[in-house]
């Protein structure tokens, strides 16, 4: 295997590690009537991201988001066409871990809430972040901003700076996990375009009414880790001056 096909390897497969954990949490959390709940899926995640993050950290860099990459490429530490390449195979993982979840849940009776596994499925909508109508485009699109900055400014102070400490993705896990547990009931807490997309692709119309937000889930996060990344390298970082 040729080490371009051992990064996109691991970026697929950590992408898959993602969605399945998390949106498989939030499904569960609607099968079962409460549980895991809001904490649980925030830990879900969290680890998920802290153990596929680890994993693929000295393969690929440990990207797992395209909204990472994009920085990455925008900061000049990846290559467009293998920053691309990444976020296909990003988008690819995870579209995968949305269809294995339907699978999955369709095979299941009925749980402790009165669904079935389908109707649980249709309910979360495969745990496609998404926002209610009391909360405008805009609104959403500011925290998604907000909740990438701090994901990503945490990225970078603890697996992209030469002086990071060796904690591998946990530090990356526990931002995720925070991030979750505020605004989780506000936009669903995507910061990770392939995370809303691969659900909301393998949900079908489960999801279709979700298709409308989901600009939000791209610019959002987008925004919110260019941000950071640029800051993070102008006033943070080690190469600067000062």
């Not at 745990?127 to 998604?144: D, I, K, M, Q, S």
């Not at 990356?172 to 659900?199: C, E, F, K, Q």
């Not at 600009?215 to 102008?234: E, H, N, R, S, T």
Request: aromatic letters at 8%.
């Amino acid at each position: 295997m040729t080490d371009v096909n051992r990064k996109l390897t691991v970026e697929l497969v950590g992408t898959f590690f993602l969605t399945f954990i998390g949106a498989g949490a939030i499904v569960t959390t609607t099968w079962t009537g409460g549980q895991p709940g809001l904490v649980g899926i925030a830990i879900a995640h969290g680890l998920a991201l802290s153990i596929a993050v680890s994993a693929a950290m000295n393969i690929s860099g440990g990207h797992i988001n395209p909204a990472v990459t994009i920085t990455m490429i925008a900061t000049g530490r990846i290559k467009p066409g293998m920053g691309l390449a990444y976020i296909i195979a990003q988008c690819i993982g995870s579209t995968i871990a949305g269809l294995l979840l339907v699978f999955l849940f369709n095979s299941l009776g009925t749980g402790t809430a009165n669904l079935t596994g389908a109707a649980a499925v249709a309910a979360a909508k495969l745990g496609t972040p998404a926002f209610g109508a009391n909360l405008t485009a805009g609104t959403a699109v500011v925290v998604e901003i907000i909740l990438t900055f701090l994901l990503v400014f945490a990225i970078f102070g603890t697996a992209v700076d030469e002086r990071a400490p060796k904690v591998g993705g946990f530090g990356i896990g526990l931002a995720i996990t925070a991030d979750i547990l505020m605004g989780g009931p506000i936009t669903g807490a995507a910061m990770n375009p392939a995370r809303t997309l691969g659900p909301l692709l393998a949900g079908g119309s489960a999801t279709s009414s979700l298709w409308s937000q989901h600009w939000v889930y791209w610019v959002g996060p987008v925004a919110g880790a260019l941000i950071a990344g640029f800051l993070y390298d102008a006033l943070v970082s080690s190469k600067t001056k000062g």
